[in-house]
């Protein structure tokens, strides 16, 4: 087992068990539900990095993040013209 996997994992279990720590009513969580967004979670993961399709539709995502974060930046700089250096967080106006 790969120390990525057995990261992702604790990370899993940590989530899930610091949402039954915050649960107000910890009997009448249904363990049932939880365990198939689990595995729904687990194969959409899995198909979105295992075949080449689904490795281009999370790249197409990212970049349509990474237009609309260049565009939120283009504003700022037209709302603050001044006092701005060229890069914020390394993004660069163009």
Do not use: H
């Not at 992702?8 to 989530?15: A, D, F, R, T």
């Amino acid at each position: 087992m790969s120390m990525y996997l057995i990261v992702n994992i604790i990370g899993v279990l940590v989530y899930l068990g610091i949402a039954f720590l915050f649960s107000k009513k910890k009997k009448a969580i249904n363990w049932k539900s939880t365990a198939i967004v689990l595995v729904l979670n687990l194969v959409i993961a899995w198909v979105l990095t295992s075949f080449s399709w689904g490795r281009e539709a999370v790249q197409a995502a990212a970049d349509g993040f990474n237009w609309l974060v260049q565009v939120a930046y283009q504003g700022i700089v037209f709302a603050y013209q001044t006092g701005l250096p060229q890069t914020l967080v390394g993004l660069r106006s163009q």
